[in-house]
Nanobody, 121 residues
Framework: QVQVVESGGGLVQTGGSLKLSCAAS????????MGWFRQAPGKEREFVAA????????DYAASVKGRFTVSRDNAMNTMYLQMNSLKPEDTAVYYC??????????????WGQGTQVTVSS
């Protein structure tokens, strides 16, 4: 499994922007489809965005489409999530993990520590 460290979260006002990073270990990162998930207090973890191993295809949850952009730099073993026009409902802990592209679900039970995003109204 790929080990990950998420970073870049913080406190931002409604309408603001943040860029999250997901630093992964291992030379096989460049072969993995990767995704972002988030979990708000009292809610289930939910899919946010995903990117195929080459960076050539992406997918987004309807709630973030047009506002968030996922990208990756395989040379740096890092995936990113640019979040614009943030809303209070985007407040959550954000996680990255390897995913199954066909189902947009995690490929294992492994999760990093996540990074907290808080959007104030």
């Amino acid at each position: 499994q790929v080990q990950v460290v998420e970073s870049g979260g913080g406190l931002v006002q409604t309408g603001g922007s943040l860029k999250l990073s997901c630093a992964a270990s291992g030379a096989r990162f460049k072969t993995y489809n990767m995704g972002w998930f988030r979990q708000a207090p009292g809610k289930e973890r939910e899919f946010v965005a995903a990117i195929v191993w080459s960076g050539g295809d992406t997918d987004y949850a309807a709630s973030v489409k047009g506002r968030f952009t996922v990208s990756r730099d395989n040379a740096m073993n890092t995936m990113y999530l640019q979040m614009n026009s943030l809303k209070p409902e985007d407040t959550a802990v954000y996680y990255c993990t390897r995913i199954r592209w066909a189902t947009m679900t995690p490929s294992s039970d492994y999760w990093g520590q996540g990074t907290q995003v808080t959007v104030s109204s």
